[in-house]
């Protein structure tokens, strides 16, 4: 089974005994992680953010996270389609944010906030389904626009948050 | 009720989103972001399918699980840090794939359950 280099045991099968993962590999994963954000491909955002390895205490967070992003995401269910875009947008621009600031952070804050709160709070399927029942023309628009305007407060965010910090 | 429904199923999905992607690093060099593809693909087909369920099955696997399953910031995200990295093609592809195979997904999902 192969390893990626600077990760505790085999992706997958390590996260069913990750409860034996020690503490300290976690962090230390963690910490290295986040010294070089942008290093190699495991560099991985956010949804990728593999920081640390499969423990059962970064799977806690990341549920804890995505259960409290999704209820936040239910809070503009009512808006339909308009309810979709602000939180894909709004999302997006923090995670623009958040990722220039992980280095700084606890090495918890990429899974919790990262993975779970702005990946539970933002959503694909819906846009997929909304862009279904739209169709034709307006779908294309639809899903254009958004990407683009997604896209773009990515890179205000983190723009915008290298300013900031500098 | 249907607090709990969301915030278990959204738990849930952000859980095997999280391993889903641990997985799929694990098993390619590639620096092209297949984790988020398969999981955008994967919730946008099972969103489609309980589109037109009760609303205990919406609140729970629709809004739940597939919106904690499926993520726009990390898609989002990669497609910036594709950008950066001067690899357009790619973030091109990712963009293109991400929408056609999810809308598509979520079409024929419609369809399946209709």
């Given at each position: 089974m192969p390893t990626e280099p600077?990760?505790?045991?085999p992706a997958g099968g390590a996260d069913r005994s990750g409860?034996?993962?020690p503490a300290g590999g976690v962090e230390a994963a963690g910490g290295a992680e986040a010294a070089g954000p942008?290093?190699?491909?495991?560099?991985?955002?956010?949804?990728?953010?593999?920081?640390?390895?499969?423990s059962a205490r970064v799977l806690l967070v990341v549920a804890l996270g995505g259960g409290l992003g999704g209820l936040a995401r239910y809070a503009f269910a009512g808006l339909g389609t308009a309810g979709t875009i602000a939180v894909n947008v709004l999302g997006s621009a923090l995670i623009g944010v958040l990722m220039v600031l992980v280095p700084r952070l606890h090495p918890l804050a990429r899974p919790f906030l990262g993975v779970g709160v702005l990946g539970g709070f933002t959503t694909f399927s819906a846009y997929a389904l909304d862009a279904v029942r739209l169709g034709g023309l307006r779908a294309a628009a639809y899903l254009l626009a958004v990407v683009v305007l997604a896209v773009a407060a990515t890179a205000l965010g983190a723009a915008v948050t290298r300013r900031v910090l500098r | 009720m249907t607090v709990l429904l969301v915030f278990a199923g959204s738990a849930l999905g952000a859980v095997a989103r999280y391993l889903t992607d641990r997985f799929v690093r694990g098993r390619t060099r590639a620096t092209f972001p297949w984790g988020t593809l398969a999981v955008n693909v994967v919730g946008s087909l099972l969103l489609g399918c309980v589109a037109g369920a009760d609303p205990a099955w919406a609140a729970s696997v629709g809004t739940g699980f597939c919106g904690g399953l499926s993520t726009y910031s990390t898609f989002s995200h990669e497609t910036v840090r594709l950008l950066e990295d001067g690899r357009h093609g790619q973030a091109l592809v990712n963009v293109a794939a991400n929408l056609g195979a999810g809308v598509a997904a979520a079409a024929v999902g419609c369809l399946l359950t209709r």
């Open positions: 600077g990760r505790p045991g409860g034996a993962d942008g290093a190699a491909g495991g560099a991985g955002p956010v949804g990728g953010p593999a920081p640390a390895g499969g | -």
